[in-house]
């Protein structure tokens, strides 16, 4: 295992703890095992919660597998576990399950003392007293939480400093001081703490964060610069309500923003993220920083323009840094830029006159879809460089209805050699029923459909149901066979394109004849 060396904070990652307090997340022992190994192995955080005592038999079987696995790899007084002031259950409890380190819960609200606990502030400090040296006289290390303490420094802050003076002498390792409800500001975190600090300066103290107005991460990083000896975060930000802030975002920001060291490595990060996400059913945002599946995907071509000349948008977040690659967008908003960035990724070279031609096509495909993505651009490509692009049969507008247990329909309105026809028709399926309606409105100005001989259907590699379709038809020629491509988000259309393709082809060989012996035609 690599040597840890001290960081200049504390990461604290409470995800299997407070995170599961997430409506409707709760993590199976064999999940919380596997996310328990993935923050203290792979990503290397300090300091992980991972229960709260007492909760269910289940929650015994999760604790011990995790503290077995860490006691194998020397990292047992990392794992913690909240407990109660409940006359030593919640030490029986911890101990059962072979732990080393109990994060037990005061008030640090002189409200939540007497109208919850219905005690007076020494009557409750007297219990912490017990709880605590019964706790040591085990064998345990002590944390404490303040609960509630953000308010309970607003409202009285003479209760929270008598509260820990009268426990200084008690051996507690970190005295975690909570902003249960969310409800600080990044000046008044910073001040709070402070104040804390110089008051108690021999006492380790952690901030734990809320994000109930959106400002948890922005709390953690006053918190670091008050002095903080640790600070608390989870995976995707869970945690009841808004949740907690996040570990990719705390990390990033005390490293970038504060210079800090830390021993994180963040190229587990989204790994942990996406295992998280798996285990927990909460999907996040594709646009949640660093660890969103959009973060690192420039859209705007004025963008992918000015990285292809000098990396002008580039930061110190880099997608590499997270073993994830940048990405260019293609669709309306994109530009030359970001055709050669996504060709230049596939190792595809093409002349300017063809990078034109794609450019174009993917611009269009772009207003029926949101965007085009590299593993779409071969099938765009195949589908313009064989392109003759004629026009002699033009489609205007095209409506299919498919119904389980009734015959699809199609009414079409096309340009064919410069006059507009419409036609409806029934089939099986949407693609039948076109080709019904195509077929009438060719056989009344004398041409035929040719005959349809195999018909494929291919999306990229990836399986993605928003993937580009790719239609190859091969028809009956009279020399031969004929193979079309068409290229759409919707497999019918696309279908459609190829046919529009052949028809033209076919249009465009019949009518050369007659332009050659008619130059004025």
């Given amino acids: 295992m690599r040597q840890r060396t001290r960081p200049d904070i504390q990461i604290l990652d409470t995800t299997l703890r407070d995170g599961e307090q997430t409506h409707g997340v709760s993590f199976s022992p064999a999940e919380k095992t596997n996310i328990g190994k993935a923050l203290l192995e792979l990503v290397r955080v ?36 909240l407990g109660f002031v409940d006359y030593g259950k919640s030490l029986d409890w911890l101990q059962a399950a072979g732990g080393h380190v109990i994060n037990l819960l005061a008030k640090g609200s002189e409200k939540h003392c007497l109208h919850q606990l219905g005690k007076t502030p020494d009557e409750h400090l007297l219990d912490l007293r017990a ?30 400093y008598r509260l820990v003076d009268g426990l200084a002498d008690t051996g507690v390792a970190h005295y975690m001081l909570p902003d249960t409800l969310g409800v600080m500001t990044p000046d008044q975190v910073a001040a709070a703490l402070t104040d804390m600090i110089r008051r108690f300066p021999e006492l380790a103290f952690d901030f734990h964060p809320h994000n109930d107005y959106g400002l948890a991460t922005a709390n953690v990083v006053a918190a670091a610069q008050a002095g903080a000896a640790a600070v608390h975060c989870t995976v995707n930000c869970l945690g009841e309500r808004a949740g907690n802030a996040s570990l990719a975002e705390v990390v990033v ?10 021993g994180i490595d963040e190229t587990h990060l989204v790994r942990v993220s996406e295992l998280v996400e798996h285990f927990s059913g909460k999907r996040i945002a594709d646009n949640a920083p660093i660890v969103g599946e959009d973060v690192f995907t420039q859209t705007a071509g004025i963008h992918a323009d000015g990285d292809h000349k000098a990396s002008l948008y580039h930061t110190r977040l880099s997608p590499e840094r997270f073993a994830r690659s940048r990405r260019y967008a293609l669709g309306k908003l994109a530009g030359k830029a970001s055709l050669l960035k996504n ?4 190792d595809i070279s093409l002349s300017e006159a063809n990078q034109r031609k794609v ?18 651009l071969p099938f765009i490509i195949a589908e313009v460089l064989e392109s003759k692009d004629y026009d002699h049969l033009e489609l205007l507008s095209c ?33 039948d029923a076109f080709t019904g309606a195509l077929a009438k409105i060719l056989k009344r100005q004398g041409f035929t459909l040719p005959e349809l001989l195999d018909f494929e259907v291919r999306i990229p590699k990836g399986g993605r149901s928003d ?32 046919t529009l393709r052949v028809v033209n082809l076919r249009l465009q060989n019949a009518l050369q004849p007659l332009r050659s012996s008619n130059p004025a035609a």
């Fill in 253 to 262: 920001n005390l490293r970038d923003q504060l210079g800090l060291d830390l």
């Fill in 467 to 498: 993937a580009l379709t790719e239609c190859i038809i091969t028809w009956a020629g009279e020399t031969g066979e004929i193979r079309t491509r068409g290229v759409h988000c919707n497999q019918v259309f696309a279908a459609i394109n190829a």
């Fill in 343 to 346: 060709l230049e990724r596939l």
């Fill in 131 to 160: 709880n605590i040296a019964l706790a040591r006289e085990q064998g345990l290390r002590v944390n404490l939480y303040l609960e509630d303490w953000s308010n309970g420094y607003r409202d009285n802050r003479d209760f929270v």
């Fill in 359 to 376: 450019l174009q096509r993917v611009v269009e495909l772009g207003d029926s879809k949101k965007t085009i993505t590299s593993d779409d």
């Fill in 399 to 431: 409506t299919t209805n498919s119904s389980l247990d009734l015959p699809a329909t199609a009414a079409i309105r096309v340009r064919l050699l410069g006059e507009e026809h419409s036609a409806i028709a029934g089939g099986n399926g949407g693609f």
């Fill in 46 to 81: 300090d300091r992980i919660e991972v229960a709260s005592a007492r909760v269910s038999d289940g929650e015994i079987e999760a604790v011990s597998a995790i503290i077995d696995w860490a006691r194998g790899v020397g990292l047992a007084d990392r794992v913690e576990v």
